[in-house]
Structure formats: structure tokens, C-alpha cells
């Protein structure tokens, strides 16, 4: 089993900037990627960027260029920047932790979540 513990979810005005935070515990062994989800109200989720153990990188088109996934594998910790955000970004946002094989992303492990709500 892998625990996960996300952090550092709030409330920004339109155009500022977040940063999440997520520490995995246990079997992490067993995990090769990580990853955040996200799912507004009324809306599917959406995979929104995940990172390897050897830091190869995958982010939403709604995300890219303004999104940033980067990890501490000594920690176990990885990490979403966010900025330029946008109001449309309101979400709560989900820690995973999984496989990734070829380029498929299949998440085993899910955090508790943690809110984002941006301010027009």
C-alpha cells in the first residue's frame, strides 16, 4: 500500500500562483509515476500532469506552459507549480501514484484531495 498526503490547495485571485505538494509513504517500491488529477464541480475528471521516477514529464494541453510537475525522490515527495491560474482551474485536485508504461498513466493510489478555487 502507498499513502499519500497532499498539501498546499487554496484560494487565489486569477493570474497567481499555487504550489502543491505531495508526500507518498509505504510500498512506494511498487510505484514508477506519479500524478495530479483535478475535477471541477458538474465536470469529468481530468488527468493534469504526471511525472516518472527518472522525471519525464506529461501535462494537459489546458495546463502546458503554465503547470510545472517536478519531484524530490528523496523525499517521495512530488510537486505541481501553478501559475497564470485561471478561474476555470477551480477544482479539487487529486495526488496519484501508479504505473506508466509507454506512456499510459494508470493510477493505483489516490490522495485525500485538496481545493483550488481561483478568483476572477
Known amino acids: 500500500q502507498v499513502q499519500l498526503v497532499e498539501s498546499g490547495g487554496g484560494l487565489v485571485q486569477a493570474g497567481g500562483s499555487l504550489r502543491l505538494s505531495c508526500a507518498a509513504s509505504?510500498?512506494?517500491?511498487?510505484?514508477?509515476?506519479m500524478g495530479w488529477y483535478r475535477q471541477a464541480p458538474g465536470k469529468q475528471r481530468e488527468l493534469v500532469a504526471t511525472?516518472?521516477?527518472?522525471?519525464?514529464?506529461n501535462y494537459a494541453d489546458s495546463v502546458k506552459g503554465r503547470f510545472t510537475c517536478s519531484e524530490d525522490n528523496a523525499k517521495n515527495t512530488i510537486y505541481l507549480q501553478m501559475n497564470s491560474l485561471k478561474p476555470e482551474d477551480t477544482a479539487v485536485y487529486y495526488c496519484?501514484?501508479?504505473?506508466?508504461?509507454?506512456?499510459?498513466?494508470?493510477?493505483?493510489?489516490w490522495g485525500q484531495g485538496t481545493q483550488v478555487t481561483v478568483s476572477s
Open positions: 511525472i516518472s521516477r527518472r522525471g519525464s514529464t
Open positions: 509505504g510500498s512506494t517500491f511498487s510505484i514508477n509515476a
Open positions: 496519484t501514484a501508479g504505473s506508466d508504461y509507454f506512456g499510459a498513466y494508470a493510477p493505483d493510489y
